[in-house]
């Protein structure tokens, strides 16, 4: 067994190149960026303050009490977007396209949509319940999206499968606004929603979102060896026995559970699925069981990093971090358009 | 060396949308033998293959291994004894050669057992078998077409089965490239006794290099042989409605179609081909 490793040197292509350092350098991002969002915002907080707000509950000054404020924000600023980075990746991988995003794909209007409705016609205003509506709204729009992109010959085929979210997201949004409009109440109540924010982070939002993020990614990572083989094409997964039906249903399932419960309580927040797994397949390549599980890290540093750009850009007040993820977001996506027109989908 | 399997085609029938393609087909495919399936464009060659491999579900008839229908084992389980290698997979960017192989090692890995030895040296020996060691860590945009086919090859290699089936292996490839691969599969089959079942589509190659060969004509089958049994004019004629001669190839004593078109015939010709002409 122990010569093994000595005898076969040249399997280390099996874990990508750097991956421990790869992955150290994330952790030390990560904790940098939380404390930067704990620090930074329209009032800006010093290191020890923020060593007090964390770690000495005894100590009840202004700045203490602001950095504790943020603790829960941080937090889940984080949970959204990993969620979001590994439902991006999941879509990717079950449509084997390279611009696929829960925003592209228009499951988040169709959440967004539901969200809106409930509060429009149900009096439904608080998240716990809007969560369900939330996914309900993601789950039938990813079955719609996917039913049209599937007519016609040759199935679901990527591109036909972006069309249909890109057309079914515009029609959505459409009805959001024809909702919305008229109401002055929703109008008030979901302004800031709708363009995607994580300034309502409680503890509760986050013990809401968080047993969804788990199934999520457990479902995630099971299935990653399976979508490696998916990659392929159906065709060569299927020769290695993979059930690709089943492996799309179970992919998309933990893909829409993940956005739509995000949805539910930060908005509708594009691109950072988009953003997040193309880092990591530009740092670490195509493994999947790499990226997917990376995909989160860096889904939660670009949502946090954004929005504390937000918060500085917006002081006094606040950008709301959607507004910041398509900024950064929309010129990236037309970059891998460009780059991915080379290759045939 | 391995196992010999018993794999039997009854009254097949198979398509796409409820269209039939395949229309009653009774097969039995030779063990530890290169079995080629030839016919002209749409005669139900790939998804013949296609339905074999269990990629396809018939509409009717049964497709049994071992007296099993194939339906009713798990997919994973069949994956460890049927290979299949599409005509046209699909490149994930950026990947390496070792990783693409990798990837055919999944039917024998659970989700958590990690890689083992075997698996590793499965690859390596797959690697080895098809000379691509050289290009482990190269990425598969730098190889030329031939490579790349020989990485896929190695891949459905690397799946270690019994049975491999391969759609149209050689297609898109330069005529050199063509004999490369036809060459290795012949290695793989001599070495290890693979059952080899592919799709070609050059009638000379077939004739060549199958031990067996599966004519189809309108998604019936019309012979089953070897290809001196099943590569005659008459058949030739009646399976792509192309008039030729066959004579026997000087190298390989196989038969060798030699097409007639309505030019380039010499005037001052033998009596041998003047009898194709006048027929």
Partial sequence: ?????????????????????????????????????????????????????????????????IVRKR?????FSLCCGAALGVSGALMQSVTRNPIADPSILGVNTGAALFVVSGMAFLNI??????????????GGTAIFVYGIGSMGRGGATPIKLVLAGAATSAALSSLVAAIMLPRAYVMDQFRFWQVGSVGAGSWSAVATIGPFLIAGLLIAIVTAPALNALALGDEAAAGLGVRTGVLRIMAAFAGVILCGATTALSGPIGFVGLLATHVMRLILGPDLRYVIPMSAISGALILTISD?????????????????????GAPILILLAIRSKVRSL | MKSTHLFQAQQLVAGYDHKAIIHGIDLAIPSHKISVIMGSNGCGKSTLLKTLARLIKPM???????????????PRKFAKVVGLLPQSPIVPEG????????????????????????????????????????YANQHMDELSGG???????????????????????????????????????????????????????????SARYADHVFALREGKLVAGGTPTEVITSERIKDIFGLSCSVITDPLSGSPLVVPQGRHHVQEASSSDSNRFLTK
């Fill in chain 2, 147 to 205: 490579q790349r086919q020989r990485v896929w090859i190695a891949m459905a290699l690397a799946q270690q089965t019994d049975i491999l089936f391969l759609d149209e292996p050689t297609t898109f490839l330069d005529i050199t490239y063509q004999i490369e691969i036809l060459d290795l599969l012949t290695d793989l089959n001599r070495k290890y006794g693979t059952t080899i079942v592919m799709v070609l589509h050059d009638i000379n190659l």
């Fill in chain 1, 1 to 65: 067994m122990n010569n093994s490793s000595s005898t076969l040197p040249q399997h280390s292509w099996r874990v990508p190149k750097h991956f421990k350092l790869i992955l150290l350098c994330s952790i030390v991002l990560l904790v940098v960026c939380a404390a930067a969002s704990l620090m930074l915002g329209s009032r800006g907080v010093g290191f020890s303050e923020m060593m007090d707000g964390l770690f000495r509950p005894e100590i009840d000054s202004y700045e203490a009490n």
């Fill in chain 1, 125 to 138: 205003g608080s998240a716990e319940p809007s969560i369900w509506l939330a996914l309900a709204g993601a």
């Fill in chain 1, 71 to 75: 603790i829960s924000r941080t937090v």
């Fill in chain 2, 95 to 134: 990947i390496t050669v070792a990783d693409l192989v990798g990837r055919g090692r999944f039917p024998h890995q659970s989700w958590f057992g990690g890689w083992t030895k075997r698996d590793y040296e499965a690859v390596a020996e797959a690697m080895d078998m098809m000379n691509i060691t050289e």
């Fill in chain 2, 60 to 74: 009717s008839g049964t497709i049994t291994i071992d007296n099993e229908a194939i339906g009713d084992l798990s």
């Fill in chain 1, 308 to 328: 504390v750009c937000g918060r500085v850009i917006g002081s006094p007040g606040e950008l709301e971090v959607g507004v910041v993820t398509a900024f950064i």
